[in-house]
């Protein structure tokens, strides 16, 4: 009896197969450095229609962190944080032409409003505020003292800043999991995929048994 799978099985198991193998590298199920939330692989771009950078906040260990591993003293976070304290901002510009325009920074606590942007959150307070100033390496930095979870937006203020658009925000949720254990859609939909075609491989091969059984029973001789 020929068993041989159709092509389309052999290509779809390859497909998932590769697809799971490369979860890790997309970033589904890797293992992160420690439960602060070290993120040595991070990638944070944030962009509007105008300007992109590459966006990176570090959180100073507590002193009721005992036993810090101190490579780990400062790790990257994008804009998930896990806890309030003294934080460190880093924006990389993408673009090389606002290397010669003025940047002012501003860290603001807010409130959610539900509506669309850009009256989509209500300003609460200043946390901190650094005057304009050209950064011609292409590196904003900032630092502020967060005293408590919340909402926040840190604003790059580029030129003037007359447009919306040239307040440059870069959204943070403080006091919450950066690492989220959650299984990404994508990945579950890639399993189950993967149990559908095994099911349909072994409806095949009871529908080529049963049938080669068939081919096998009319040719018995007659007696």
């Given at each position: 009896m020929?068993t041989?799978l159709?092509?389309?099985?052999?290509?779809?198991?390859?497909?998932?197969?590769?697809?799971?193998?490369?979860?890790?590298?997309?970033?589904?199920?890797?293992?992160?450095?420690?439960?602060?939330?070290?993120?040595?692989?991070?990638?944070?771009?944030?962009a509007?229609?105008?300007?992109a950078?590459?966006?990176?906040?570090?959180?100073?260990?507590s002193?009721?962190?005992?036993?810090?591993?101190?490579?780990?003293?400062?790790?990257?976070?994008?804009?998930?944080?896990?806890?309030?304290?003294?934080m460190?901002?880093?924006?990389?510009?993408?673009?090389?032409?606002?290397?010669?325009?003025?940047?002012g920074?501003?860290?603001?606590e807010?409130?959610?409003?539900?509506?669309?942007?850009?009256?989509?959150?209500?300003?609460?307070?200043?946390?901190?505020?650094?005057?304009?100033?050209?950064?011609?390496?292409?590196?904003?930095?900032?630092?502020?003292?967060?005293?408590?979870?919340?909402?926040?937006?840190?604003?790059?203020?580029?030129?003037?800043?007359?447009?919306?658009?040239?307040?440059?925000?870069?959204?943070?949720?403080?006091?919450?999991?950066?690492?989220?254990?959650?299984?990404?859609?994508?990945?579950?939909?890639?399993?189950?995929?993967?149990?559908?075609?095994?099911?349909?491989?072994?409806?095949?091969?009871?529908?080529?048994?049963?049938?080669?059984?068939?081919?096998?029973s009319?040719?018995?001789?007659?007696?």
């Amino acid at each position: 009896m020929n068993t041989r799978l159709p092509a389309f099985f052999v290509a779809a198991l390859v497909a998932c197969a590769l697809f799971l193998s490369g979860c890790d590298k997309l970033g589904f199920g890797t293992k992160q450095s420690n439960a602060l939330g070290n993120r040595p692989d991070l990638d944070c771009i944030i962009a509007n229609d105008f300007y992109a950078v590459h966006f990176s906040a570090y959180l100073q260990p507590s002193k009721d962190d005992k036993n810090t591993d101190p490579k780990a003293a400062f790790v990257p976070f994008c804009q998930k944080i896990p806890r309030a304290g003294k934080m460190f901002f880093t924006a990389d510009l993408i673009d090389r032409d606002i290397r010669t325009t003025p940047i002012g920074i501003k860290l603001v606590e807010v409130e959610k409003t539900g509506q669309k942007a850009p009256d989509d959150i209500r300003e609460i307070r200043t946390v901190t505020e650094i005057p304009s100033k050209l950064y011609p390496k292409g590196a904003v930095e900032a630092q502020a003292d967060v005293d408590k979870t919340g909402d926040y937006v840190l604003y790059l203020l580029i030129g003037e800043a007359m447009e919306d658009d040239d307040k440059f925000r870069v959204a943070l949720e403080v006091g919450v999991d950066p690492n989220p254990s959650q299984l990404p859609l994508i990945a579950i939909g890639a399993v189950a995929a993967l149990l559908m075609l095994v099911l349909g491989f072994l409806v095949y091969l009871h529908k080529r048994k049963a049938k080669a059984a068939s081919v096998a029973s009319d040719q018995e001789p007659e007696e």
